[in-house]
């Protein structure tokens, strides 16, 4: 048990006040620092409160340890936070301002580096050319809009409000985990495309190679099925589809019926040399008594 001192005891201390032989004079040069001094630390060593008992000192302890816990799980179980365009969302993708020399916003993070060089390569010389720029963006998932063409519609009227600003520009969405792709644009865009190249392009490209995992070549197929569609030249076409259809395991019906006709004769034939055999030769045997 610590001592405990009576109420009274600490009063004059409380109370201190120099003597008014110590009272600084207001024209004197020395100033009344070192009575302040001693006197805040008289103060400071008189007023030093009772040492606790030892529970303050286990309950400091405890109060450290669970601090240290609860970082300890915050740091474990916080998610990890990565730089770049892999923490964009599509709401931040539409509230963006696309970049006169960009080309590509990978928010998916499927795109390699060659890819993403080859695209602005060749993009960047059809908008010098044609005068065309086609913006091309990746999704995991979209979480506020039905489908990619909702989006992509979307990304167009708030990136390019005015009908002169978005008259030459296109828009090609992917989204990953659902497989599945849109393009749109403006209206000298989608004429110089052709409404059949933009629905092979959706239809073709995007989702059969997406199905496959095959980002890159996904974007990059269509990007060069839209430029060779701007520039007039022939359709380099869509990706080859691969039969996967595999032979099936079970007998059709015919198949079925066939194979059970025929172990119905052998059923009948083994049940009649299982009881026609064996009485031909006992009454072979009884002849012959």
């Known amino acids: 048990m610590g001592t405990l001192f009576p109420p009274n005891s600490l009063s004059p201390l409380l109370n201190i006040k120099p003597s008014p032989s110590l009272q600084p004079k207001p024209n ?11 006197l805040k630390k008289n103060q400071t060593l008189s007023l030093k409160p009772p040492s606790l008992p030892s529970s303050t ?25 990565h730089s770049g365009n892999a923490l964009a969302s ?33 993009l960047s010389d059809l908008e010098s050319r044609k005068n ?25 009227e708030r990136w390019y409000p005015s009908v ?25 865009f989608v004429q110089a495309v052709g409404e059949k190249i ?3 392009t959706v239809s073709e490209n995007l989702p059969v190679l997406a199905t496959d995992e095959k980002y890159n070549e996904a974007i990059y197929s269509t990007a060069k099925r839209l430029v060779a569609a701007i520039d007039g030249l022939p359709d ?44 031909v030769q006992y009454y072979a045997y009884i002849a012959k008594k």
Request: hydrophobic share 40%; proline share 4%; glycine share 8%.
């Open 164 to 188: 002169e600003e978005g008259n030459d520009k296109g828009i090609v969405v992917l989204v990953t985990s659902q497989k599945e792709g849109a393009v749109t644009g403006g209206p000298a």
């Open 57 to 81: 000192s286990w309950f400091t302890h405890a109060q450290q340890g669970l601090a240290a816990l609860a970082i300890t799980l915050a740091l474990n179980f916080s998610p990890v936070l």
């Open 236 to 279: 380099p076409g869509g990706p080859l589809v691969k039969d996967d259809k595999r032979e099936s395991n079970f007998k059709s019906k015919q198949e079925t019926e066939e194979k059970r006709g025929q172990f119905s004769l052998v059923v009948g034939g083994l049940l009649v040399i299982a009881f026609v055999v064996p009485m």
């Open 132 to 156: 065309f720029h086609i913006n091309f963006i990746t999704l995991r998932k979209l979480t506020s809009k039905a489908d990619a063409f909702e989006f992509a519609d979307q990304i167009l």
């Open 28 to 38: 004197s040069v020395f100033s009344c620092k070192p009575i302040v001094s001693s």
């Open 198 to 200: 933009l629905d092979a």
């Open 90 to 122: 599509e709401f931040d993708v539409i509230n963006e301002r696309p970049a006169k020399d960009s080309y590509l916003v990978d928010d998916a993070g499927v795109l390699s580096r060659v890819t993403k060089s080859d695209l602005k390569r060749l």
